[in-house]
Nanobody, 124 residues
Framework: QVQLVESGGGLVQAGGSLRLSCAAS????????MGWFRQLPGKAREFVAT????????TYADSVKGRFTISRDNAKNTVYLQMNSLKPEDTAVYCC?????????????????WGQGTQVTVSS
């Protein structure tokens, strides 16, 4: 069983920055691909970014490319999402997810474990 706990969300003005963190339990974190997704009430989860086990391969949604950066620290069992130049349309609950075979994917259905999420609100 893997537990994921997100932190770092909050209220920020448009153009500002936030850094989200996702701390994972367990000894196999360094084998997992990790992803960030976001969700609005009543809407499907939207892919944001994913990173492979080593951090050497990343993929981003077009809507965040150039503004968001995903990274990981395997020694700390933590994955990060640095969000810059935030826009009101980035407002959502952001969740991290673990894919235990190590395969990076943009498809939410292939992730095995999910955190509860952290709210990000960007005011105009």
């Amino acid at each position: 069983q893997v537990q994921l706990v997100e932190s770092g969300g909050g209220l920020v003005q448009a153009g500002g920055s936030l850094r989200l963190s996702c701390a994972a339990s367990g000894r196999s974190f360094s084998n997992y691909a990790m992803g960030w997704f976001r969700q609005l009430p009543g809407k499907a989860r939207e892919f944001v970014a994913t990173i492979n086990w080593s951090g050497g391969s990343t993929t981003y949604a077009d809507s965040v490319k150039g503004r968001f950066t995903i990274s990981r620290d395997n020694a700390k069992n933590t994955v990060y999402l640095q969000m810059n130049s935030l826009k009101p349309e980035d407002t959502a609950v952001y969740c991290c997810a673990a894919e235990t075979t190590g395969r990076t994917t943009t498809y939410a259905g292939l992730y095995d474990y999910w955190g509860q999420g952290t709210q990000v609100t960007v005011s105009s």
